[in-house]
């Protein structure tokens, strides 16, 4: 049976990659740029002078509307060594490019070579003017992961491994009311199954001192009412603008939920051009803030505020996943954004980041920072989309980080 449940999982996965290239997204005023692409450089432009049998002359496709970048790569996931990862982003323009935000879909299946392994989809749909927007997130993973229980209780070495199958679907549905302003109403599904410690001998509702969630499955169905500002050009590579995300969640029982809790996840980002003299080069400054919070103390362990499971597994970069979860997080991150060379190819980053959260009586008290920095190459100029690897550290831990895109 399971066998069958995760060959539909993948088709339901690859038909939703299929839909978003074919579907999608407000008015968008003449301060904001457009940025022009057609001189920069990107590794398929390399990769056309290296394999070229034939020399054409260049030909540059203002209308083209759609771009894919296909990426394998590996990574370090928290908690279990180096994984094998394949990241397929396909962006697609559904409206005017002038009015239209870039329509995204990524598809990165991976797999660490031992019992990890996952599919993840996330969706960005825009219609043509931004009228609307669907976002999505749809993922089937089985993901063993290490635990530190709530807040500071445990110091790094006292970790423990916790194994589950994971399904996760959100769908929200936003309308525009404004210029960059969105609001809407979504669906949110969380079921973990199979939750246990790999370590037989250990009692996990005894070692996080918590009762929900601990064992056996947890299933969270709920509403969201979302509320967003997206002044972005693209979220690969995000211009100067500003975003601001506001989701409230509550699961009743009568849509399945085990138990009846709620929350809200309040994310704000500004992006500063340090030279806006010249928009065709990445010289920015950009900031991220999110406070995570649920109400309820019957909230499932797992699906409690913990870092580095922000909807899109970005934040606590030289931090080990899921290392503070509590019934609330507060975190902070800065980030420099500089090209290296002339034509876009190159860059670089400089980041920091810092987070408390509630657990032992620790949140504004204890404070978890770390740093680090990397390496970007322009991987798709058409679609913004920049490859990354990042080198982050914090107490106890160090790690090198690949990705597709920006962080934020």
Do not use: C
């Not at 089985?142 to 589950?164: A, K, R």
């Not at 399904?167 to 009311?177: C, D, E, G």
């Not at 010289?283 to 505020?305: G, I, M, R, V």
């Amino acid at each position: 049976m399971l066998r069958y449940f995760k060959l539909f999982i993948l088709l339901l996965s690859i038909g939703s990659l299929n839909a978003a290239a074919q579907n999608a997204s407000s008015i968008i005023p003449d301060s904001v740029s457009r940025k022009d692409t057609a001189r920069q450089t990107d590794l398929i432009d390399i990769g056309k002078t290296i394999v070229t049998i034939k020399k054409k002359p260049m030909k540059v496709d203002p209308d083209k509307n759609v771009y894919f970048s296909i990426l394998p790569s590996s990574t370090v996931p928290g908690g279990t060594g180096r994984a094998l990862v394949t990241s397929t982003t396909a962006g697609m323009y559904l409206g005017p490019k002038e009015t239209t935000n870039l329509s995204t879909a990524t598809f990165a299946p991976y797999w660490n070579f031992k019992n990890r392994y996952g599919l993840p989809l996330h969706t960005s749909v825009w219609f043509p003017d931004n009228t609307w927007t669907i976002q999505g997130d749809t993922r089937f993973l089985h993901y063993p992961q290490f635990t530190w229980g709530l807040g500071t209780s445990n110091d790094y070495s006292h970790s423990v491994l916790v194994d589950y199958n994971y399904i996760r679907f959100y769908q929200n549905v936003l309308k525009r009311i404004q210029p960059f302003l969105f609001v809407g109403v979504g669906y949110a599904l969380d079921f973990h199954t199979s939750i246990h410690a790999d370590d037989p001998t250990i009692d996990l509702k005894q070692y996080t001192q918590y009762e929900h969630g601990t064992a056996g499955n947890s299933f969270s169905s709920g509403i969201t009412l979302n509320l967003l500002y997206d002044s972005r050009n693209t979220e690969q590579a995000s211009l100067p603008g500003a975003y601001t995300n506001i989701i409230y969640r509550v699961n009743p029982p009568f849509l399945g939920s085990n138990n009846l809790w709620s929350s809200i996840y309040i994310d704000l980002r500004k992006y500063l051009s340090l030279n806006p003299a010249k928009p065709t080069q990445q010289n920015t400054l950009a900031f991220w803030t999110y406070l995570w919070s649920a109400f309820n103390k019957s909230t499932p362990y797992l699906d409690l505020p913990n870092i580095g499971w922000d909807p899109y597994n970005r934040s606590g970069r030289g931090i080990d996943q899921s290392r503070y979860r509590g019934q609330s997080l507060f975190y902070f991150e800065t980030e420099y954004r500089r090209d290296i060379t002339n034509n876009g190819l190159l860059g670089f980053v400089l980041f920091s980041n810092i987070n408390t959260v509630s657990g032992s009586g620790t949140m504004f008290k204890a404070w978890h920072p770390a740093a680090g920095g990397g390496l970007r190459v322009k991987f798709n100029k058409g679609s913004r989309t920049n490859v990354g690897a990042d080198y982050g550290f914090s107490n106890n831990y160090r790690a090198i980080l690949f990705s597709v895109g920006e962080a934020f």
